[in-house]
């Protein structure tokens, strides 16, 4: 805590208007973006997933990353698949492009998506459109129930690590990558409040220490920043009065 202000460190980039706004409520709020999100740009790449527009099957997205890389190769082509999602981010990008109707279930974490995909199960071969580096539950729960899982790496993430000093009362993250690329670089004083955005996110954190984790109450980012600077303000005002 700098002074009397408490200081929070967010992982990725925010408006200036969100930082005014912690501000004014005695919050200091500092960003480092700790990865960097690109499409694979790739013409085998592409060539693949044109391919795929023309049949019936069945796909995954548990990124908006992974949405918005596959629509720009679409072209505005609308093809008929049956898409199971996370939510409510994802799926409402996925709703945005290829229709609510498209979307056959949704969950709020890959694990649980995984569930609901073995609940039905009505394919036994899936698309995961997915990033390079991505968590291996869902396609492993998958597999080993039998089912052919056809990742197709659409996005890249890279590390973009930062040594941080000081003390930081809190701490937000937004992904995984972003957890990974923070500890790969930095320890916590045991302190520090981490927020995340979603399950998966909060999992990961844990992995890497026992500061306590808050999960954030909805996946929308400006939620989230309300939640932690609601917290910190709160905090400080026991602290005052203890």
């Known amino acids: 805590m700098q002074g009397n202000k408490p200081y929070l460190l967010c992982t990725q980039r925010l408006n200036q208007s969100l930082i005014d706004e912690a501000a004014g409520k005695g919050i200091r709020v500092e960003c480092l973006s700790f990865i960097e999100t ?12 044109l391919s795929l527009s023309d049949t019936s099957l069945t796909a995954i997205f548990t990124s908006v990353h992974a949405v918005d890389s596959v629509v720009s190769v679409l072209g505005g082509r609308k093809p008929v698949w049956k898409i199971f999602c996370t939510g409510p981010v994802t799926s409402l990008s996925v709703e945005a492009y290829f229709g609510k109707d498209s979307i056959a279930a949704e969950g709020p974490s890959a694990s649980t998506l995984a569930s609901a995909i073995l609940s039905e199960r009505k394919a036994d071969r899936i698309v995961f459109f997915c990033g390079r580096q991505r968590r291996k539950e869902l396609p492993e729960k998958l ?4 089912i052919l899982v056809q990742e197709v790496p659409v996005y890249e993430t890279a590390s973009t690590p930062h040594k941080i000093s000081g003390h930081f009362d809190g701490i937000i993250f937004f992904s995984p ?8 670089a930095n320890t916590l004083q045991n302190g520090t409040i981490l927020f995340a955005i979603g399950k998966t996110t909060a999992d990961t ?11 954030s109450l909805s996946p929308v980012k400006e939620t989230l920043i309300e939640q932690a600077i609601e917290y910190l303000q709160k905090k400080t005002t026991r602290h005052r009065g203890s």
Request: charged share 25%; proline share 6%.
């Open 38 to 49: 690109k499409p694979i740009i790739d013409p085998a790449v592409e060539k693949l997933i």
């Open 143 to 146: 597999s080993h129930e039998g």
């Open 177 to 184: 990558g972003a957890a990974n690329s923070f500890f790969s």
């Open 205 to 215: 954190l844990s992995e890497y220490c026992d500061n306590e984790v808050i999960l």
